[in-house]
């Protein structure tokens, strides 16, 4: 299965398929992107009277073989398909639960869109933006994109940016310490914030010259306003979106969902993205790095759901090349990222097939499973094939 089947229906086309749909079946890549835009088809499904599923997979297929609808979100996949290629997944769900007339809820959508690495504003994501805006449900700000008011907690955990007190709520509270923030931050104190993190990522140990540019995503966040939001910023959102796509996917969903989100819920979001976010960092920590020719590659020891999430820090602040692979040798797992469509995830699918493993993903990301992450004998799996895998998909790269 190759990664483009199909193109992206125009909202108003889909909206009409899903308007006559007596069932609908919602599927979604695990990222943060797709999780919010099934979760605002969804909405918008439910705000119609259609009933529907929605799950969560590494490599999405359409569901088939009765009378409802399949929508893949976030892959190129089926005769009908959200694809997030060009331009954020979220944004396109927008417009469809619109044009099936729904509310969307803006904050969502606009979550969705840092989530898959864009701007709010840009990509198509403008009519969310002066909707939340106009609604008075965001409001722009200095300091840094965190879903919570504890600033060391939230550094400490969040993949946004990569500093020498990332995985270390200790440590992250000593530097906000040494910088004397005021109780109730003001603007002021939110720049100087921003400042200390811009700083620490470009200075950190090992920093790529990439890192500069890829901190400025959680910089001058969008603050959400009053109960606009479960959490402090829109990419603090994000960033508790992307962790549990992988982590706490039904814990995701309910989240996109769910229009007033209980405390219990909110809570069990943070703590899944707490873990997530502290276990990714603490594995970077601890990696073993090799540059190729194209490819920088960290090899740790990592959960399945945390592999993506170091992969992509990897790439964003480590990596001098536009890939980046995180490798589990005992596990028999990796994970790449890369800057750019490269076709990584039909790359990871042809490396995959030459050992008997299971390769997965789209053009800029995807995962390889040989030996006992494919099966549930661990004799199965040895480090040469995971490393024979890698070796592959740099050559299919």
């Known amino acids: 299965m190759t990664e483009a089947t199909s193109a992206t229906p125009a909202p108003d086309a889909l909206a009409g ?36 599923q929605v799950r969560v997979s590494r490599d999405p297929t359409p569901d088939a073989g009765d009378d409802a609808v399949a929508v893949t979100v976030g892959a ?5 398909a959200i694809t997030g290629a060009g331009r954020p997944a979220s944004t396109d769900a927008f417009a469809t639960a619109r044009a099936l007339g729904d509310d969307p809820d803006p904050v969502v959508a606009l979550a969705g869109v840092v989530a898959a690495g864009s701007v709010p504003g840009t990509d198509g994501s403008g009519d969310a933006l002066e909707m939340a805006e106009r609604s008075e449900r965001v409001r722009r700000r200095p300091g840094v994109a965190l879903p919570t008011a504890d600033l060391g907690d939230g550094l400490a955990a969040s993949t946004l940016v990569r500093t020498p007190y990332s995985g270390d709520g200790e440590a992250a509270r000593a530097a906000l310490a040494d910088v004397g923030l005021p109780a109730d931050l003001d603007d002021d104190a939110h720049r100087r914030l921003a400042s200390l993190v811009a700083v620490d990522v470009a200075d950190a140990e090992g920093a790529s010259a990439r890192a500069a540019s890829a901190v400025e995503r959680a910089l001058r966040p969008y603050a959400t306003v009053g109960d606009a939001a479960p959490f402090e910023t829109v990419g603090g959102y994000a960033d508790v979106l992307d962790a549990l796509a992988r982590e706490a996917s039904g814990t995701g969903v309910a989240l996109a969902l769910d229009a007033d989100p209980s405390n219990g819920l909110r809570t069990a979001a943070l703590d899944a993205w707490r873990t997530h976010g502290l276990a990714a960092h603490r594995a970077l920590d601890d990696a073993a790095t090799g540059r190729y020719d194209g490819c920088f590659v960290v090899r740790v020891d990592a959960a399945e759901s945390v592999l993506p999430t170091v992969a992509r820090l990897a790439r964003d ?52 499973a040989v030996g006992a992450a494919d099966g549930d004998d661990e004799s199965e799996a040895t480090d040469g094939d995971i490393t024979g895998a890698l070796a592959a998909l740099r050559e299919a790269l």
Not at 27 to 42: E, N
């Open 76 to 80: 190129d996949r089926g005769p009908h």
């Open 317 to 368: 602040f480590r990596s001098p090349e536009p890939v980046a692979v995180a490798v589990d040798e005992a596990a028999g797992r990796l994970a790449a990222a890369a800057v750019e469509p490269l076709g990584i995830g039909d790359a990871c699918r042809s490396a995959a097939t030459e050992f008997g493993g299971d390769g997965w993903g789209t053009a800029d990301r995807g995962g390889i």
């Open 17 to 52: 398929v899903l308007a006559d749909a007596p069932f609908v079946r919602l599927v979604a890549t695990d990222d943060g992107d797709a999780v919010a835009a099934a979760g605002l088809l969804a909405r918008a499904l439910r705000a119609v009277g259609t009933p529907f």
